[in-house]
C-alpha cells in the first residue's frame, strides 16, 4: 500500500521539477527557488504520511546548481 501511495505522487514531484527547471531556463530565479521549496516540502510531506520521520533540521537546503 505505502508503495503504491509513493507511485501516486511521483507525478507531482515531477511536475514540479519541470516547472523549476522551466522557471530556472526562464530568466525567473525567485520563482524556480520557490519551486526548490515546493519539492522538498513535497517530499517532506509525502515521507511523513508514509509514516517516515521528519529529516534532522539543517541551516538551510542544499540544492546543486545553486547560486548561493
Given at each position: 500500500m505505502?508503495?503504491?501511495f509513493r507511485v501516486s505522487h511521483v507525478w507531482l514531484i515531477e511536475?514540479?521539477?519541470?516547472?523549476?527547471?522551466?522557471?530556472?531556463q526562464s530568466g525567473l530565479p525567485e520563482l524556480a527557488k520557490h519551486l526548490d521549496g515546493a519539492i522538498q516540502l513535497a517530499?517532506?510531506?509525502?515521507?511523513?504520511?508514509?509514516g517516515g520521520e521528519a529529516p534532522i533540521a539543517?541551516?538551510?537546503p542544499d540544492v546543486a546548481g545553486s547560486d548561493d
Open positions: 505505502i508503495e503504491q511536475s514540479l521539477v519541470e516547472l523549476r527547471t522551466y522557471a530556472a517530499h517532506l510531506e509525502i515521507t511523513l504520511r508514509e539543517s541551516n538551510g
